[in-house]
């Protein structure tokens, strides 16, 4: 039977625990682990933790961690720096990735011709950027629309290089903008095949902000380095980081 001492001792010892999730001093011991360790769990959250354990993620380090997915760094590096395990990491990371909206963050489309309506011309950018996925010959195109005046990212779409992956983009803008917005592009067949020709303007002079746009895309995104250790090895994945990518630099001010 324990001695007066030692319960003080070991309730004591309990009030200086916090859970790692609330923070809250409600602690109490919930048996042992399967290694043997002492488990304890949160009385307001419900959280079971061990105390000392390495495989805890703080929120702190997640927070770093979702910034650096945004950055040109490799997500070995990212493991290194912060100490995670690769399958912890990538779960993480594909979580956060498939977050990304649809619109990637742009609404109220119609206001924004609105109010530019009558004092310009409202004008797009398209083009598409080389990418690959496992190896160098499973290629992967990035089409992308951009807004060279609000420097964003309209849409984009991932596929091969023909008339099915142009006609996808297309059907990825929004109805006002197919409707009241012209398209600069570059001679390639299958831009013609999908924008109307009244509201087509076709020549490289017209592209150099998206294709601007596109070096500091590559200088950002490590996976879209040509000669690069850290490309795609999953298709899905892909999509997901450069669509996270868009949507984090549509957020940018």
Known sequence: MATWPHVFKATKLLKMISCPDCHSTKIK?????????????????DRQFVLNNNHTITERTRCIIRNLLQERISLHAICR????SMTWLMSFAVEHWLSTPDDLGLT????????????????????????????????????VVYDPHRTKVICFHIGGRGKASA????????????????????????????????????????????????????????RLVRKSLSFSKIWRNHVAAIGYFFWQFNLEP
């Open 81 to 84: 720096v912060c100490e995670v």
């Open 167 to 222: 006609r996808a983009l297309w059907n990825k803008l929004p109805q006002v903008y197919k409707d009241r917005c012209t398209f600069s592009t570059d001679d390639w067949e299958a831009y013609a095949a999908i924008i109307p020709a009244s509201q087509h303007v076709v020549g490289k002079a017209h592209t150099h902000n998206i294709e601007g746009i596109f070096t500091t895309f590559r200088a950002r995104i490590s």
């Open 108 to 143: 109220n489309h119609s206001h924004h011709i609105e109010s530019r309506e009558g004092l310009q011309i409202i004008g797009f950018q398209a083009d598409e950027m080389w990418s690959f996925v496992g190896a160098k010959q499973r290629k992967a195109w990035i089409w």
């Open 29 to 45: 011991k919930n048996g042992l682990t399967h290694y043997g360790k002492q488990n304890h769990k949160c009385k307001d959250c």
